[in-house]
Antibody
Framework: QVQLVESGGGVVQPGRSLRLSCAASGFSFSNYGMHWVRQAPGKGLEWVAVIWYDGSKKSYADSVKGRFTISRDISKNTLYLQMNSLKAEDTALYYC???????????????WGQGTLVTVSS | QSVLTQPPSVSAAPGQKVTISCSGSSSNIGNNYVSWYQQLPGTAPKLLIFENNKRPSGIPDRFSGSKSGTSVTLGITGLQTGDEADYYCGTWDASLGAGVFGGGTKLTVL
């Protein structure tokens, strides 16, 4: 079964960097696109970024564009989110999610990890 | 302010039916598939509906989705206390070139 385990969260000062990881298992990682979605404490879901199955295309939310980079390592079955120039408003639980595939295509986040908490505070 | 608009809360009695609306525009709902997610307290979101009205395996047919123009609706029949959760709609926005979610709707089963 699809399993996604996020790690790398923690407390970081504003302006610093952090890299999140998402270890994938139970499916052929190289065949599926992946998303990052975050949720600030007590708030709703916010889409962050997506990477195509082959890494050929990446898209970002305006709120993180230019500061965050999504990437994947097929050899390690791992998804990453490099977060630079962190701000207090980046404080959130960060989920990775695998796309759900159907006749209509493969895009919507379908399988979710449990999340890793990032707190940006001085 | 979310790109997709959902009511903050809805409520109904056990056994009854409830609907949750999600409205957007031609750049998102109007021209893209919409998904619905259920987030039980303290857990990760779970895919309930994809491609506007389809259910992944394991999702009971008490949950349904529909779309009309730039709005979608999630319906839940035979409400159970275990359905108390936050529900989110989500889709792609072609103008933004980004994924978007609604602000979420808290369902209370009285």
């Amino acid at each position: 079964q699809v399993q996604l385990v996020e790690s790398g969260g923690g407390v970081v000062q504003p302006g610093r960097s952090l890299r999140l990881s998402c270890a994938a298992s139970g499916f052929s990682f190289s065949n599926y696109g992946m998303h990052w979605v975050r949720q600030a404490p007590g708030k709703g879901l916010e889409w962050v970024a997506v990477i195509w199955y082959d890494g050929s295309k990446k898209s970002y939310a305006d709120s993180v564009k230019g500061r965050f980079t999504i990437s994947r390592d097929i050899s390690k079955n791992t998804l990453y989110l490099q977060m630079n120039s962190l701000k207090a408003e980046d404080t959130a639980l960060y989920y990775c999610a695998r796309v759900y595939c159907s006749g209509g295509g493969c895009f919507t986040p379908g399988y979710w990890g449990q999340g890793t908490l990032v707190t940006v505070s001085s | 302010q979310s790109v997709l608009t959902q009511p903050p809360s809805v409520s109904a009695a056990p056994g009854q039916k409830v609907t949750i609306s999600c409205s957007g525009s031609s750049s998102n709902i109007g021209n893209n598939y919409v998904s619905w997610y259920q987030q039980l307290p303290g857990t990760a979101p779970k895919l309930l509906i994809f491609e506007n009205n389809k259910r992944p395996s394991g999702i009971p047919d008490r949950f349904s989705g529909s779309k009309s123009g730039t709005s979608v609706t999630l319906g839940i029949t035979g409400l159970q206390t275990g359905d108390e959760a936050d529900y989110y709609c989500g889709t792609w926005d072609a103008s933004l070139g980004a994924g978007v979610f609604g602000g979420g709707t808290k369902l209370t089963v009285l």
